[in-house]
């Protein structure tokens, strides 16, 4: 394995047609007839491998001339190569052979960019960077989603993780902080950006099944097709897992495909269309003896004891949480080159439909609505350099949704208590330079601007709210209804704010960068953090804090009058290779203003969105890889993450809840033959990680070993197989994040415990 190869040398076959690095034709991959040639050997999976933050290459061998495919590849890579910020490219040939590829596998090693499982499967793993959305349960906001370029998100910026299909991508582009303003983010985290494969790039076809423990199977299959001006690719992608844990099964089911048509030489269009359903059990967090005791059981609520309750949390055997959501999307780029001029035009729109039932505090949630983006992006380089001189991008979204609200009774969907029409619009701007001063120097001034809207439109019009009870010393037992007085949830709240940036970058030579930089970052609420139930308890709906008494006046929502979050940060890092080694290593400091928050209490119950006002977070993100010899080598991925209020009048200067604060990701590989190939990596958690804000409960440190072998039968066949968590470690993979636990509280999410599984992938 030859560390770090594959983003600065280009994975054969593979082309970022579809990138967003700056004064790419993103729209497309160059559609072009070529004679045939001859067959070369093709590179084995295992020195494509890399550590997907720093990937590049010791010193290489003269090699031929590369295909038009090729050399576009070349061209994003060195452009990633010399961003004045955090990035990382992932193409398809460094994405593990693994028997579920879940977002979190895919993102394992770049630093910088946290995922943590919540249930194993294809659900929502909270995922954060630089600690967006970093309170959420699940993590619905922080980041931008891409596919192709177009957003995921929906219009007021929320997203479902598990709709992001890293099996179907043909590489997975990351951009940390500022350096996701040019692609219409509003966000504090960044940006990442699913390419998807070609009939130009992926031509024939290629299909590929696996399977193993938790009853887990999978099966995925591509065909591509190119003629002429002309090209085409269809995918399929399933998943069905039973889960580690009881009530944990998961399914999702993705198919998609585009159109490339070359207009002419200079103008090119790409029409696409996809669909992705998923649904999962929800089995909930357990009381961290629990977990210890035995991780596969999901927790049965608190325990009534004279004088109150213990082991709050919620009641996941009755309640029966569970969601299910799908999302139909279609859009068109088009992009038009004339000599120094590069022009995009883009237009997508999404359609999801989402039922989630939360336990019962919160009940049943459906929302439906549609979403509309279009984009219009002009480069302009004169000098054909590796980013253009001057870059400018404006993107519009806009959306409804229909949100209903139903009683979760005994796991079924029940009475109706609230309805309403939400609606939003996002319009980002962007203007940049790329400024060469003096020699290998680079001044890179931008600014963005955001404007965007949160409307609710309350349409439940009954005179009272139902609400129901459990009783709490026999939990399967309703009490009497309740009803609750109707308040007017209705809201109107606009946004806006600029994010302006500057870097400044040096380049001694051809294989390193160095830069600095200083920005800002804005982030308007979603519609998820402006309206939300509270007042609910394990064992009762929203409104009705105590059980017994179905009349006791209390809210059913919360809609607070939330402020913007926005940040201030410096950066400088520092990415290079030299003969076998490679390295690229981003310090940041952010002083952040009204962070928004999304808080739960002591039982786990929603309580809200609240901005907390002055916070900060300081990061280290580090991938390295060495070549060791000529079948050896390893690689490196670290993140530090200090994140804290700042003399907050209840947390003082603690750390935020969920983050933690060391994560490592090592890996070994030996390199048997040119066909086989084995592979062992640790995913380490050297410290505690605080739970809730006030820092009172923690999960403990934790380290999983996994094993990998691949072996290639022919040039179309191949065969893998791993073990993951070889010793059986019981830990949590993840928590939920409230503002102040009980030591009894149930807040853990166990990880997987140990698995096998294997697979097999032909390519014709």
Request: a neutral charge; charged letters at 15%; glycine letters at 10%.
């Amino acid at each position: 394995m030859c560390c770090m190869t594959a983003a600065y040398l280009g994975t054969a076959g593979t082309v970022h047609g579809q990138s967003a690095t700056p004064g790419t034709a993103i729209a497309l991959d160059p559609i072009v007839v070529q004679a045939p040639k001859q067959s070369k050997p093709k590179p084995s999976s295992a020195s494509k491998r890399t550590a997907r933050s720093a990937r590049t290459t010791p010193a290489v061998t003269p090699s031929p001339p590369k295909t038009t495919s090729e050399q576009t590849q070349e061209i994003v890579r060195v452009r990633f190569d010399v961003l004045p910020g955090g990035v990382a490219l992932i193409p398809r040939g460094e994405l593990p052979d693994t028997g579920n590829l879940t977002i979190s596998k895919a993102l394992n090693d770049v630093p910088g960019v946290v995922v943590q499982d919540f249930f194993g499967g294809n659900d929502q793993p909270r995922i954060q960077i630089r600690g967006s959305g970093l309170q959420q349960n699940p993590v619905q906001r922080g980041i931008l989603v891409l596919q192709n370029g177009l957003p995921l998100n929906r219009a007021d910026g929320s997203y479902i993780v598990g709709f992001a299909n890293p099996q179907q991508a043909q590489a997975i582009e990351v951009y940390r902080g500022y350096m996701a303003n040019r692609l219409g983010a509003t966000v504090n985290g960044g940006a990442l950006n699913f390419v998807s494969p070609t009939g130009s790039n992926a031509p024939g076809v290629q299909f590929s099944t696996s399977g193993g423990s938790f009853g887990q199977i999978n099966t995925s299959g591509q065909a591509g097709y190119r003629q002429g001006n002309v090209d085409s690719l269809f995918q399929f992608d399933t998943s069905h897992r039973d889960g580690f844990r009881d009530y944990n099964s998961s399914d999702r089911v993705n198919v998609g495909g585009n159109v490339g048509i070359a207009i002419s030489e200079n103008v090119k269009t790409r029409i696409f269309m996809g669909y992705t359903k998923l649904d999962f059990d929800v089995a909930g967090p357990l009381t961290k003896s629990a977990m210890y005791a035995d991780p596969r059981q999901v927790f049965t609520g608190p325990t009534a004891v004279p004088g109150g309750a213990i082991n709050p949390g919620p009641n996941v055997v009755r309640d029966r949480p569970y969601r299910d959501a799908s999302q139909f999307l279609v859009g068109s780029r088009t992009t038009a080159t004339f000599g120094a001029h590069l022009f995009d035009f883009a237009a997508g729109y999404t359609y999801t439909d989402d039922t989630f039932r939360y336990p019962i505090s919160s009940g049943v949630q459906t929302t439906r609505g549609g979403d509309f983006t279009g984009l219009v992006r002009y480069a302009y380089n004169p000098a054909a350099a590796l980013l253009p001189l001057f870059e400018t991008t404006a993107q519009y979204t806009i959306g409804s949704a229909d949100r209903g609200y139903y009683l979760n009774q005994g796991g079924q969907t029940g009475a109706m208590f609230g309805q309403n029409d939400l609606s939003a619009q996002t319009l980002a701007l962007f203007a940049g330079f790329n400024v060469p001063v003096w020699h290998q120097f680079t001044l890179s001034p931008a600014i963005s601007y955001a404007y965007a809207t949160r409307d609710n439109n309350d349409l439940y019009r009954l005179a009272t709210r139902p609400t129901i009870a459990y009783n709490p010393a026999n939990p399967t037992v309703l009490l009497p209804n309740g009803a609750l007085p109707t308040k007017d949830t209705s809201y109107a709240r606009t946004y806006n704010g600029w994010s302006p940036s500057i870097a400044f970058s040096y380049r001694p030579d051809k294989l390193q960068t160095f830069f600095i930089a200083g920005s800002r970052s804005f982030e308007p609420p979603t519609q998820d953090d402006l309206l939300a139930t509270i007042n609910g308890t394990p064992n009762t709906s929203a409104g009705r804090p105590n059980p017994a008494d179905p009349t006791v006046a209390a809210a059913v929502f919360t809609t607070p009058d939330l402020k913007a979050q926005t940040a201030t940060t410096v950066e400088g890092g520092w990415r290079g290779r030299a003969d076998r080694t490679s390295w690229d290593a981003v310090v940041y400091y952010s002083w952040l203003d009204n962070e928004l928050l999304s808080l739960r209490d002591a039982t786990g119950a929603s309580i809200g969105a609240i901005n907390a006002g002055h916070t900060t977070h300081f990061g280290v993100e580090l991938g390295a890889g060495v070549k060791l010899t000529e079948q050896w080598s390893a690689r490196l991925a670290y993140t530090y993450q200090d994140f804290r209020f700042v003399n907050d009048p209840l947390r003082g200067n603690n750390h935020l809840a969920g983050a933690p604060s060391h994560l490592v990701h090592a890996q070994l590989q030996f390199q048997a033959t040119d066909a086989w190939m084995l592979q062992g990596a640790v995913r380490w958690s050297p410290a505690k990680m605080p739970v809730d804000n006030m820092n009172t409960l923690y999960a403990d440190p934790f380290a999983v070993v996994d094993l990998r072998t691949e072996y290639k039968i022919n040039k179309s066949f191949r065969i893998f197989g791993e073990v993951t968590n070889l010793f059986n470690k019981v830990y949590a993979s993840s928590t939920l994040v409230v503002d102040q636990a009980r030591p009894d509280q149930a807040a853990f999410l166990p990880g997987d415990g140990r698995g096998f599984y294997a697979g097999i992938k032909a390519k014709f």
